[in-house]
């Protein structure tokens, strides 16, 4: 069995993420040994009574900013702890963080280390001892806890053995560069509402074209920037052509 897949967090408020990595299929995963998490809260790495690990900007502003004395000795000590790991900070100005970003995140074997920013932003010397920067889109959240954790949800989604059924991870939405088709469960009308023909017909090819033709036409309609980006093959075409009754 493969070792598990290391994660850690390197945040100032531990308990913002405690109760999500232990819950549902990430808390599945680690007792399993596929996934294993470490919270690391920044302050430890402080120095004095206090522990501070923020002060006023250089030049005047509002808010604060996140030392660098502290902040670098808490990545030093990660580093230490998993060798060869990427070091990422959650950070507005990162690159978009994408589903092949987590596929190449989980590749990269050594492990993961995610640093969450907080206040106005982290003290510019910090950055020479990261990996690169990573954002979740064009938002402001209140710090780097929140996005960190919906990175390592992507990324465990896709260390073998996480999800019982393996098609799921290849079949969800952006893996083919589509939205995923709709789903639908018992029972088959609800408040007048049916489940579409197609699913209940017992039918899998009818199926598996009724998926298609709902994945390409959902994209079409609400990501044309995805849609624009498809190589259509002649089937496809063909598909988008159809009328759904006629699947």
Known sequence: MSPPYPVELLTLF??????????????KAQEKGLLSTTITDIREYAEGKHRV???APYGGGAGMVMKPE???????????RLPGAKVLLMSPRGVTFTQAAARELVSHTAGLILVCGRYEGVDERVMSYLDGELSLGDFVLTGGEVAAMAVVDAVARLVPG???NVASSVSESFEEGTLEHPQ??????FR????????QSGDHARIARWRRWKSLVLTRERRPDLFSRLTLSKADQKLLARREEDL
Request: zero cysteines.
């Open 70 to 80: 502290p902040l670098i000795a808490a990545i030093e000590a990660a580093r230490a």
């Open 14 to 27: 531990p308990g913002m993420v405690t109760g999500y990595l232990g819950a549902s299929i990430l808390g």
């Open 184 to 189: 639908y469960t018992r029972p088959p009308v």
């Open 162 to 164: 996480v999800l019982g």
């Open 53 to 55: 690990t923020d002060d």
């Open 192 to 199: 007048e509402v049916e489940v579409p023909a197609a699913l």
